[in-house]
């Protein structure tokens, strides 16, 4: 029946006719239609639960190949146990909004060990053991909290933020430990920095993501300005110059120590900027620019790769045959 047939198009009820308003429960004109509505609306839903149940099986998957790689890293910790826990609810994920959820919580295990990891990694020994206790406890109460059957996801994005907080509060301590260990006088408007940063934290105020966010990266601003605070471990330097991969004698420091590379021969043949402090680096016709020198801490080379002194390692003396 048309729209035109009923003046009361906006009201829910049964047609009825227009002559005697007999209330019309059939209708042989529109059947063929209605039909192929319906049918025009079951393959809607077919398609809909079809892409659903394809993207929790792909979800799924994702979820657990990153618990795979978390439980690795807490083999013999008691975190082991959580991520067992949400393994099996991975596996038996049937639903959207769960899928969400779990994901939630596989991402906030997964920064739990990253600040674990942080502490026993970048902290000294004595930074650690007063840091130790204290982060623990939180630690803790936020796991109990986020791997609970009923938080919220508003609690869950609390929880985040509380890690975000924690992590900025280890950058700290480790960035006030390291200054006052290199004996070094930083300038004014990173010792306010610094100050600001402390302030906040301690003001028991909630603090938004986006503000510790921008805290962060006056933390790292401040490690960039002084390379003494930049240095990289042993362990760093290694997985750096192995994924380079190039031979001894090619890395080279910038006059405030940023280090850098050069490919080919080794030779600078090129100046260009520090993307750290904009100072000159390179140089031309393979003689290095002002300041710039070579970098023996990163492969332990003893000359520059183009220099005649590795060159000379190329050939037999014959007074040594």
Not at 84 to 104: I, S, Y
Not at 172 to 187: G, N, Q
Not at 252 to 275: D, F, L, V, W
Request: aromatic letters at 4%; charged letters at 30%.
């Amino acid at each position: 029946m048309s729209e035109d047939d009923s003046t009361d198009s906006h009201v829910i009820q049964m047609k009825t006719c227009p002559r005697c308003r007999t209330t019309i429960r059939r209708s042989l004109r529109y059947s063929a239609v209605i039909k192929q509505q319906l049918q025009d609306i079951d393959k809607v839903k077919v398609e809909l639960l079809r892409k659903t149940s394809r993207g929790l099986r792909g979800k799924k998957k994702l979820l657990l190949d990153r618990l795979i790689c978390l439980s690795t890293k807490l083999v013999g910790d008691s975190h082991e146990h959580f991520c067992q826990t949400l393994t099996r609810g991975v596996e038996k994920l049937n639903d959207v909004v769960m899928a969400a959820v779990l994901e939630n919580k596989v991402m906030l295990m997964e920064r739990l060990c990253s600040v674990n990891e942080k502490m026993r990694a970048r902290l000294p020994v004595e930074v650690f053991k007063e840091a130790n206790l204290e982060v623990s406890q939180v630690l803790f109460y936020l796991r109990k909290r986020f791997m609970s059957d009923g938080v919220t996801q508003r609690e869950l994005q609390d929880i985040n933020t509380e890690f975000s907080r924690l992590n900025l509060h280890l950058e700290l301590r480790s960035l006030s430990h390291d200054v006052k260990r290199l004996e070094l006088e930083l300038d004014e408007p990173s010792l306010r920095a610094m100050t600001a940063v402390s302030d906040e934290l301690s003001s028991g105020k909630r603090i938004e993501e986006e503000r510790l966010d921008e805290l962060m990266k006056n933390i790292a601003t401040i490690r960039r300005s002084c390379p003494d605070l930049n240095q990289l471990t042993p362990e760093e330097k290694k997985q750096n110059v192995s994924a380079v991969g190039l031979s001894k004698g090619h890395w080279y420091k910038c006059p405030n120590g940023h280090i850098y590379a050069i490919c080919e021969c080794g030779g600078a043949m090129q100046r260009s900027t520090c993307p750290e402090c904009k100072a000159v680096v390179g140089g031309e016709r393979h003689r290095m620019a002002e300041g710039n020198e070579l970098a023996p801490e990163m492969d332990g080379a003893r000359y520059s790769a183009w220099s005649e002194q590795a060159n000379l390692n190329n050939y037999v003396i014959l007074d040594e045959v």
